[in-house]
């Protein structure tokens, strides 16, 4: 209770206490009794303080707030010019062949020449993509993504992680999203991802792992800017 009401409480039970005593009928006195009474209890609870609450146990520490990314350009390591498959590049359509050297990282695309006759190969600054759709003999439909970037995204408080699946002589992860199996890894310095989508989610292409793992495992290097050590 604050200390004015208190004060103000103690002033009113004395004047309770001197309209008792002055009270000329006997009818007054008990309402003017019982009156002092609840004031002198108020005026009583003014003694009491509360306690202050004990502090907390094990106070959670405090936390900070994450770091943000810092984004570079990797270091290619391009491979020589003499391991680029010729042949999976001339069966690339002529607008697609005439995006390899514009691409800023090594281009690998599917050996498959299914694939790579319906692939339209797209190069940009930092990354290329080859994506491909094909119908196969029971006209079932799949896309395949092949994709890369020079650029990365690092956390100095994440430590980097290990793929559990080995594919292309690398570690790798291999994950599925939306009935979409994708796989991503590092090659030649640049991280690769490749997806594989089906018209029906059921298709055995896009329910078990082998068919994105021997597209990955099929995927060939036909150049890019830097296969002449003209990289940008």
């Known amino acids: 209770m604050a200390a004015t009401n208190c004060h103000e409480l103690t002033a009113l039970a004395s004047k309770f206490a001197a309209a008792a005593s002055k009270s000329p009928t006997k009818s007054a006195a008990p309402a003017s009794i019982t009156a002092l009474s609840i004031a002198l209890l108020l005026v009583g609870g003014c003694d009491r303080t509360e306690a202050p ?5 094990n106070p959670p520490a405090p936390t900070s707030a994450p770091r943000a990314a810092t984004t570079r350009i990797v270091d290619i390591a391009w491979p020589p010019e003499a391991s680029i498959d010729r042949a999976a590049r001339a069966a690339l359509a002529p607008e697609s062949a005439a995006a390899i050297p514009q691409s800023p990282v090594p281009v690998l695309v599917p050996r ?24 196969d003999a029971q006209d079932a439909k799949y896309h395949v993504v092949v994709s890369a970037s020079r650029v990365t995204h690092q956390h100095a408080d994440i430590p980097p992680a290990r793929g559990p699946v080995r594919l292309r002589g690398t570690d790798a992860f291999v994950t599925r999203n939306e009935g979409i199996p994708s796989a991503t890894w590092v090659e030649h310095g640049v991280a690769y991802a490749l997806d594989v989508e089906c018209s029906s989610p059921t298709h055995a292409r896009c329910t078990g792992d082998e068919f994105l793992e021997s597209v990955v495992e099929s995927l060939v290097y036909i150049g890019g800017a830097g296969e002449r050590g003209s990289a940008p």
Request: charged share 15%.
């Open 112 to 135: 498959d020449p299914a694939l790579l006759a319906r692939g339209v190969l797209m190069a940009e600054p930092n990354w290329y993509s080859f994506t491909t759709s094909v119908v």
């Open 53 to 57: 609450a004990p502090p907390a146990k």
